[in-house]
């Protein structure tokens, strides 16, 4: 029993022990969380599907890294709530200017008040021409008018064109969609970021009560997409930075006088495969002349491999097989060898002898004298 309770004891131990490192990082997880600045990017019938996700791209990507948070009639409702936990009101593209001031009429009000109180607002084209005064939030000091309309513009009509602003000074390709001019009283103290190249205003940041307006009238939130969709070439024109440009104006007071650069991609390291050279093609030795010997030598050299420009391999004895002489071919001879001698035997053993009952005999006991051809 009591080693149970011990046992129990030892357990809740290590539990709390292991459940505290857990807390702390749950607890860092919503400390970081939280103290990403809020954006709230309008969705709805005021803009056109895709241009509030790139503009929630951008805050995302942005130097200062916002978390997004959708409003609008099928998302988080636009209430004075709502605004107060935000650092951003982000106002994408949209259709006409008066389909949109249609929708947004309702909490023009409500968004002017949030921002004279310390609110930022962005806007994007129609987001742009919302934040003028006929009709619109009444943000700028003047107004906005339609840039296609001027003399000198580089886009006549409402469809979507590639074209070019001047953004701090230097030349970017955008993508133009019956974007607004914003026409500012004299002696106005905004900050322009952008013109187009008959030198309206294209762009801008300024105070407004406590907070702050930025807009623009180019698409510089666009990414690839968009011009694929359009029909459009994409090289050079898809330009991020510009869009964070803007928000880091409007928001922190970007005063460098530069454009914030865009995050470089982590390098690739492709492992390339080493490029073992071919070997240098080897010559063949010259043929040398050698001198048959006149004599065998009763052994027989070791044959020698060509140069193949390997390594050598282990010396190899000579070979000891004796070998034949050569045998010198003589022509037969026709004289027959000599015959043994033949013993002449007393009369009448001598006629005995030539018959031929008895020449069986003499044969079958051995050589004897020679016997004379018959006639």
């Known amino acids: ?159 979507p064109h590639r074209s070019e602003v001047v953004w701090r000074g230097t030349a970017y390709t955008t993508y133009f969609q019956d974007p607004p001019a914003f026409d500012l009283e004299p002696g106005n103290t905004a900050t322009v970021l952008g013109t187009y190249r008959g030198g309206e205003i294209a762009a801008l940041a300024v105070d407004y009560g406590s907070g702050r307006v930025g807009v623009t009238g180019p698409h510089v939130e666009a990414d690839r997409s968009w011009f694929v969709d359009d029909g459009l070439s994409a090289d050079g024109a898809v330009n991020p930075q510009l869009a964070y440009d803007l928000i880091e104006t409007t928001v922190r007071g970007n005063r460098s006088g530069t454009v914030p650069a865009v995050p470089a991609a982590a390098p690739t390291t492709t492992a390339v495969p080493a490029v073992t050279p071919a070997p240098a093609p080897v010559a063949p030795p010259a043929p040398t002349t050698t001198t048959a010997p006149s004599a065998p030598t009763g052994t027989v050299a070791a044959p020698v491999a060509p140069n193949t420009g390997a390594a050598p391999g282990p010396a190899v004895p000579p070979a000891t097989t004796p070998v034949p002489p050569i045998a010198t071919a003589v022509p037969p001879t026709t004289t027959p060898a000599p015959r043994p001698a033949r013993v002449q035997l007393p009369w009448p053993f001598d006629r005995l002898a030539e018959l031929p009952l008895m020449q069986q005999f003499i044969g079958a006991a051995g050589p004897g004298p020679a016997l004379r051809p018959t006639s």
């Open 1 to 159: 029993m009591h080693l149970h309770r011990r046992v129990l004891i030892v357990l809740t131990v290590v539990t709390a022990l292991l459940g505290v490192p857990v807390a702390a990082a749950a607890q860092a997880g919503t400390s970081t969380a939280q103290a990403q600045p809020l954006a709230l990017v309008y969705r709805g019938p005021a803009s056109v599907p895709g241009t509030a996700e790139s503009v929630a791209t951008v805050l995302r990507n942005s130097p200062s890294r916002f978390r997004v948070e959708y409003v609008g009639p099928k998302d988080t409702p636009i209430t004075a709530a709502t605004l107060a936990r935000a650092t951003v009101f982000a106002q994408p593209g949209g259709p006409s200017l008066s389909t949109a001031w249609k929708a947004m009429k309702p909490f023009a009000g409500l968004i002017r008040d949030w921002i004279a109180k310390g609110g930022n607002y962005l806007g994007f084209c129609v987001g742009g021409y919302l934040a003028g005064a006929t009709p619109g939030y009444d943000l700028l000091p003047g107004d906005t008018s339609q840039y296609s309309a001027k003399q000198g513009a580089t886009v006549w009509d409402t469809a």
